[in-house]
């Protein structure tokens, strides 16, 4: 039985959904569930539902890292906030992933510091599907690598390749790097020195893509660096959050009401795949770490934990890390 | 009455939709209009429409830069292509304003050799609206200039400011540095450095946006590089391409066919300004280039030649530039 670590702590409506999310994927099955946060709080929650059957147990953290407060600060005042114990859990074996919705770069800092950085890394990655019409692409770095280099470009394409390869099943994961134009030599010079780069990676590297190929799916993995890819995923948020709206209000009194809610929503898993699975594995730790967004309700937390009971599964990170780790001593960074 | 040079050969639907918008656009009235190309296939065109009582002409020019070609080399091989005799007539102050939909490049290329660039640009800038969800906000540069130095950052502010004044009547646009974070601080290099710029330019700054915040038209002044500015642009026309197609498909047999086709083509213009004004003007040189976007049709011609000519109405290049040439005698690149 997988042993899943989760911040109750953490997120905008923490504990409440937190616990809520956990006990809907103990329900789904195959998992134990430890929740780490202030007793009290948590175990209140927890009494609201159902857990006859279910494998929950709460162990005792009773600081939180709140959204704003400086990662690697708030890790050094408070050792014991409920990232760091959930974190400390999957360190000392005693839980094979941990999820959380709280500080993401607490998170990111929890796993750096706890669980350490694969061999070839020098920062954690994050990254994932962008958009429920392309659900077979996966985009990364989403925003952990603010300035990049060219080689992390490509650990980008090796984790986005490793990933489309262990969580969405495609067999040989196409890879492209992001940029103004299809032909080689178009973009910037980081998209430039990627290509070349990933030309000679052995990967199954189709050359660059445009934006407008991200939503046609044009490839299963595409890399850019985390400023492009942070914006991108807010943009295609604001823009289903915007759209949605509108067809709300233009499909009023044309379609039955329930009819126009399920359009809507469907509308938004579409253009934010963050908004169905909540979230994703942090790539090139030691360890399974998966971050959700803040906002994350219940069902999004349910399905992170899923996400992370599917990458200890399937060997997501030793098969990642061993890819990452040969390509380090490939490349001279 | 403004004149209005039209490069007749350029675009996926040269001349028909070209000669067509033309039309439409004259028929709107305040308008002489100069096509210009090979005269036979252009007077072909314009006889399939009623022209009576507008004032069309046409200008001969045998050659056409095609997509693809170099645009400095073309320009020199072709000095009779469209493009380039259309350009020459605004610099001959025989037309106002010039617009194409043909190779990007070439217009560009076109007006940078024969219009000149205003004092303190180095290299002409594009942008505009960009989605119809947030009318009220200028993005640029779209992809003019990929690698960016803080002070150009600093000229697109200025260029959509002075945009946002002359073409959509704001009052005192708010600009925005577009990022990964609000604080100021957050962001790659290049917008940390724009961001300290920006707040000494005396412009209406107001730090930086994230990517959700453009869909909300948070700011009436958007910059970021062109790298960006092209990958935003191109990804929003992508998503909205497949959201229309997936409306389509869902609402079938749902609401008559003429609304489904009306909400599908309303979404498409929130996704997508160019789908509606078709482009938009060149900034930075001396003189009003429009450039389009290469799949125009003859509504997206006829807006185009609406913008030029509001362009030309309002002052827009003369403000422009004798703004550009402040900034660039205030800071130094």
């Known amino acids: 039985m997988i042993r899943i670590a989760v911040d109750a702590m953490g997120g905008d409506y923490a504990p409440a959904e937190i616990v809520k999310g956990a006990v809907m994927a103990a329900r789904a099955g195959g998992i134990r569930i430890i929740l780490v946060g202030q007793l009290d709080p948590v175990q209140a929650e927890l009494k609201k539902h159902d857990t006859s059957g279910l ?6 953290a009773d600081d939180i890292i709140i959204e704003g407060e400086h990662p690697a600060l708030a890790l050094r005042k408070k050792p014991n906030a409920s990232i760091v114990v959930a974190t400390g859990l999957v360190k000392a074996g005693k839980a094979d992933a941990v999820v959380s919705a709280g500080n993401t770069g607490a998170c990111a800092a929890s796993a750096l510091y706890l669980l350490g950085l694969a061999e070839g890394v020098e ?44 969580m969405l099943g495609v067999a040989e994961p196409t890879v492209a790097v992001l940029s103004v134009g299809a032909e080689k030599g178009k973009g910037n010079e980081l998209a430039r020195e990627a290509y070349t780069l990933l030309e000679q990676s052995g990967l199954k590297f189709i050359g660059n893509v445009e934006g407008h190929d991200i939503a046609e799916g044009k490839a299963n993995v595409i890399v850019c660096d985390g400023f492009v890819g942070n914006i991108l995923v807010k943009f295609s948020e604001g823009i289903g959050s915007g759209l949605s709206r509108w067809l709300q209000s233009r499909l009023q009194g044309q379609l039955p009401t329930p009819a126009v809610d399920a359009l809507c929503s469907d509308l938004l898993a579409l253009t934010s795949v963050a908004e169905v699975i909540g979230g994703g594995p942090l790539w090139g730790v030691k360890g399974v770490s998966c971050v959700m967004h803040g906002r ?15 990458a200890v599964e399937t060997g997501l990170v030793t098969a990642l890390n061993a890819e990452l780790a040969r390509a380090g001593h490939n490349t001279s960074p």
């Open 123 to 166: 920062r954690p990655m994050v990254g994932g599907p962008l958009l429920g019409l392309a659900p077979r692409t996966v985009l990364l770095d989403a925003g952990a690598n603010i300035d990049c280099r060219p080689h992390h470009l490509l650990n980008f394409a090796i984790a986005g390749t490793v990933y489309a390869q262990k």
């Open 55 to 60: 494998q929950i147990e709460c162990v005792r």
């Open 296 to 310: 994350g309700r219940a069902e999004q937390v349910a399905g992170c934990i899923a996400q992370a009971k599917k």
